[in-house]
């Protein structure tokens, strides 16, 4: 009765009380340091304020995908728009306080989902994720005491008691954030730096060369795997899990860095670097064209992979010398169809003729140079000759 009564007044609102969003990450010092050095956690929290929703259509009970919500609320206007702060502790103390430099957008629609004795299931809860749209949940039972209709419309429509978000698509990408500003933060790389002093002897009783071949190999099986993974989730039909991606606490990322730790022992830094590791990266688009294939790409052939290389904005271009060495350096050339082969020659012909100008914009820096030529020893010649570099500093 309780339960029917809560969606019918959600029903009729024009609007909802909602509390803020928060995601929390933190990071303990490294087992190596324990009792040794410096122990300092690291601990980061997203979050914002309550905010009012304002509805426009509201639907009850109506499938979507795998669940049926009892809520789901278009939001009124189409783009919501949102801000959130991030704050900082170090070893439990206050360390900074942040405002966020651009605002999220919220979905076009919520879930809200009303429980009374019974919460939200873990089968549910999976396929709200797998859904991935925000879902707030209701707790009626957790209100407590006997309420009349007027007070249970306020509570429902204007107050935050019992209400939480069990999921919200900003927070996995806010959590990324996070994650990457512990890794850049001040005690994090003290950190680092000291691991790699540890660990520097066994790095360098190996050559360069066979860590590099490590890199590779890890790199290509975790990339790999994720566009097997995505592939699978395009077929995936029922109600099961869908299957997840590897992440960086999987073994072979940790193959990943634990080569790019070593390569750095060796005098080669940023073997680790976004630029470099991503899915559209450096090192998978090389890749793609060195195996004639997609690698971290959900494509078949090499020249597909340059196409969107050669399609991408302007602030790539300045990676493009990169690439046609690498074109050159394994052949790709001899797998193009003649239409492939001209507008390869008409995108190269452009990088040559920035390169001429001094066009900033075709002018790459240094910083992958001595890694690149290790990783991809068919292209060291190549990269050698600075071909392409932005003019040295005076």
Do not use: C
């Not at 954030?177 to 680092?192: F, K, M, N, Q, W």
């Not at 082969?341 to 390169?355: H, L, M, N, P, T």
């Amino acid at each position: 009765m309780l339960h029917r009564e809560v969606k019918a007044i959600l029903e009729s609102a024009s609007s909802i009380a909602t509390p803020g969003l928060e995601v929390v990450v933190e990071r303990d010092p490294p087992d190596e340091f324990a009792g040794e050095w410096e122990t300092a956690s690291i601990r980061k929290m997203w979050m914002t304020g309550p905010r009012q929703l304002d509805f426009g259509d509201v639907r009850l009970e109506k499938k979507v995908a795998s669940i049926v919500p009892d809520v789901i609320a278009d939001l009124n206007p189409g783009k919501v728009h949102g801000w959130g702060g991030t704050m900082t502790w170090v070893a439990g103390d206050f360390d900074e306080d942040e405002e966020d430099t651009y605002p999220f957008t919220w979905p076009a629609a919520i879930l809200v989902e009303v429980t009374v004795t019974h919460g939200i299931d873990d089968e549910k809860l999976r396929r709200i994720r797998d859904l991935d749209m925000p879902t707030l949940e209701i707790d009626i039972g957790s209100l407590g005491g006997t309420v009349t209709r007027e007070n249970l419309r306020d509570l429902v429509v204007n107050q935050l008691l019992g209400k939480r978000w069990v999921h919200h698509p900003v927070l996995r990408a806010k959590r990324r954030v996070l994650e990457s500003a512990i890794d850049e933060h001040p005690v994090t790389l003290r950190y680092r730096e000291r691991l790699l002093e540890l660990r520097r002897p066994a790095y360098l009783a190996q050559p360069a060369a066979y860590w590099a071949a490590r890199y590779i190999s890890a790199m290509t099986s975790f990339h790999d795997a994720n566009v097997g993974i995505k592939r699978a989730g395009r077929k995936h039909v029922g109600n099961g899990p869908k299957p997840q991606f590897l992440g960086s606490d999987s073994e072979l990322w940790q193959q990943v860095e634990e080569a790019s730790e070593a390569l750095a022992a060796h005098g080669l830094p940023g073997a680790l670097d976004r630029m470099m590791v991503d899915e559209s990266g450096m090192v998978t688009r090389i890749l793609s064209i060195q195996q004639n294939r997609g690698v971290g790409y959900d494509m078949n052939t090499g020249y597909q992979v340059l196409n969107a290389i050669m399609q991408s904005g302007p602030d790539n271009k300045r990676w493009h010398t990169i690439y046609t060495m690498a074109v050159k350096a394994y052949g790709l050339e001899a797998h193009f169809t003649k239409a492939q082969a001209d507008s390869y020659a008409r995108w190269r012909q452009s990088i040559i003729d920035g390169v001429d100008l001094q066009d900033v914009t075709y002018l790459r820096p240094s910083t992958y140079d001595k890694v690149l030529g290790v990783l991809f020893p068919e292209m060291a010649r190549g990269i050698a000759k600075k071909y392409g570099l932005q003019p040295e500093p005076l």
